[in-house]
């Protein structure tokens, strides 16, 4: 935002593209930043860029999905889930000894 005045909304697939940036972005501007409080200042300038730009009636949606991204990345409070996700059947004795428990 250059400040000459209000922007149009950008559509749908801009914002898309803009999420989408932002989070390909973050590895890079987690590593330049210099320190926890860069980090988060560069976060909430992209966070309101993209934020502003969204129509009303995709700022919620837009919202929800900075947060989901910020959660991924630390930036925002909230509770990470992760899931291990087994390759391979445990092995026969290792079911038994498992069962036995």
Sequence with gaps: MD?????????????EAMLHAL????????QGSGGVFALANAWAERHDAILAQAPPALRDSIAARLERIGIRW????????????????????????????
Excluded at 23 to 30: M, V
Excluded at 74 to 94: D, I, N
């Design 3 to 15: 400040g000459t005045g209000p922007q149009q909304p950008a559509s749908a697939a801009e914002l």
């Design 23 to 30: 989070d390909a972005d973050l590895p890079r501007l987690q």
């Design 74 to 101: 630390g930036l925002v409070p909230g509770t990470r889930v992760t899931r291990e996700f087994p390759a391979l059947k445990p092995l026969p004795r290792l079911r038994q000894r498992i069962a036995k428990r």
